[in-house]
């Protein structure tokens, strides 16, 4: 069975302090892995998709790394506005959706 | 714009009743999805459907019904058999159903039980 595992379940940051977000899984035959923005009583963002141990993709303060074992998403001097909930997900050999439980960013100005 | 939409916003239901959430999208997507997010909780998936008049059974299944009668629809029913339906419901819809093709999100039902 495909698992995800997402720590901490909450990070207080004050604005400017770098960190990484962590989001280990277990799935038979990774065909992604994504990450998502999701704001209180709103629907998921996207953020990204990540296909191959190795591969890295940015957009703006966000940068997302993927292993064999995990991802990290990684916020290079936050601002307030980047506190959401992230959250992780992985898709394997049976194409369904695996969700982590999300990580709580809280960024004080 | 291109998107997803789902109404309504908050639905509030009385014990016994069945209600239907909406769900429609204009991105051209085969495949349509239904999860279920409860607090403390990974979103979890009620049903999915690849095709119109196709859709299997996801994780959570018991007490929900859906149909796909067109390609920009897929209303989810929960029904009086679901015993804890109070929960945020969130629809989405991806370019096919390969492993590797990213779903994305409408912006959600909060259905309540009174």
């Known amino acids: 069975e495909d698992q995800v595992t997402q720590s901490p379940e909450a990070l207080r940051l004050q604005e400017g302090e770098s960190s990484s977000l962590n989001c280990s899984y277990t799935v038979s035959g990774l065909r992604g892995l994504f990450w998502y923005r999701q704001d209180p009583g709103k629907g998921p963002e996207f953020l990204f998709t990540?296909?191959?141990a190795g591969e890295e993709k940015e957009k703006e303060r966000l940068k997302a790394t993927l292993t064999k074992k995990e991802s990290f998403l990684h916020i290079t001097a936050p601002k307030p506005e980047d506190s959401a909930t992230y959250l992780c997900a992985v898709s394997g050999a049976n194409s369904k959706l695996t969700f982590g439980k999300g990580i709580t960013l809280s960024v004080r100005p | 714009d291109g998107g997803i939409t789902q109404s309504p916003k908050y639905l509030f239901r009385k014990e016994g009743q069945n209600v239907t959430l909406s769900c429609e999208q204009n991105l051209n997507h085969d495949a349509m999805y239904w999860y279920r997010q409860d607090p403390g909780q990974g979103l979890r998936l009620i049903y999915y459907s690849q095709i119109v008049n196709d859709f299997q059974k996801g994780d959570i299944a018991e007490g929900y019904s859906v149909s796909r009668e067109k390609k920009e629809s897929f209303p989810l029913t929960v029904t009086s058999a679901q015993k804890n339906p109070t929960a945020f419901y969130l629809c989405a819809s991806s370019i096919g159903r390969q492993g590797g093709d990213t779903q994305y999100f409408g912006p959600g039902t909060r259905l309540t039980v009174l």
């Open positions: 990540l296909y191959s």
